[in-house]
């Protein structure tokens, strides 16, 4: 059974509220495994281009995250293998948002858990402690 979760960046704050973007992902998302993995990930090759492989360049979302892929010379149709992070959907699903914590569970009522991922700050949360209504 799959662990979903989503990743997120600040985007901005305004009288809405503080507004992410989000990306989604499907294995592999309870704590334990994912906190870890996006520290490594973001100390082996920084934040901005941690940032960018996870969230901005990931429109699809996520299979898994798991920084010790390697390339693989097999392709899954649908799938990309991004060395270092893992499985990323490239199927054209569009599992991304941008929006507030509330839209953001509203959109992917499956998530179990939330990661929110500033420069200097990895904060994981779980959808009933994240619920600002």
Known sequence: MSTNALLAIPCRTDAAGETWHWVYTH?????????????????????DTAIRTLITES???????????????????GFEIVEGYGTRYDDGSGMALTGTIDQALDTFPSVEHLFLLERHDLIHLEPNEAVTA
């Open 27 to 47: 294995w592999d998302g309870y704590p334990e495994w994912m906190m870890p993995a996006l520290v490594e990930i973001v100390q082996r090759d920084g934040y």
């Open 59 to 77: 429109p699809d979302g996520w299979s898994q995250i798991n920084p010790q892929f390697a390339a693989s010379q097999d392709t899954i149709e």
